[in-house]
């Protein structure tokens, strides 16, 4: 009994911290299967509380299933388009390593999600290193209640 209600705590707790906003994502193959396309869908809560810090293999499918890994992966590109309640302008995008606190974006995803525009592209500082699965997905400095934004990762192998 005791185990329960310590599991149980451990789940409120969880989704009490989730409740900053959320990004689910999907993930399609093209290009003969050495292309893929992964969509995040970010929102932010009522008091524009920013997505909690995510590992990119911990980011669940709209589905509620865990997505495909990306380890092994090259980030090619990134594409953000704000919702139709868009974040504030000069919202940033990183993407953390791990092992090493590096922006693998180098500083391009600094006001990449632009309330103000429709759509927006960008390119890794670091391209031609694989993924690991590991790389923490953060977005900063919105100050829009329930804004959300669709960021686009294009890959390839």
Not at 66 to 79: A, C, E, P, Q, Y
Not at 119 to 145: R, W
């Amino acid at each position: 009994m005791k185990k329960l209600l310590i599991t149980l705590l451990i789940l409120l707790t969880a989704s009490i911290c989730q409740a900053a906003g959320t990004v689910t994502g999907s993930s399609a193959l093209f290009g003969g299967g050495d292309m893929m396309r992964v969509t995040y869908t970010v929102t932010f809560d009522a008091s524009a509380g920013s997505p909690a810090n995510v590992a990119l293999d911990s980011i669940t499918a709209t589905t509620g299933k865990t997505m495909r890994s990306l380890s092994g992966w090259i980030l090619l590109r990134v594409d953000t388009y704000p919702g139709a309640t868009a974040p504030t302008a000069d919202t940033d995008l990183y993407l953390w390593l791990i092992e090493d606190k590096i922006d693998i974006l180098g500083n391009n995803g600094l006001n990449a999600i632009d309330g103000a525009a429709t759509y927006n592209s960008f390119y890794p500082a670091t391209a031609s290193q694989p993924l690991s699965g590991a790389e923490i997905f953060d977005i900063d400095n919105n100050a829009v209640n329930s804004a959300g934004c669709i960021i686009i990762f294009t890959l390839y192998k």
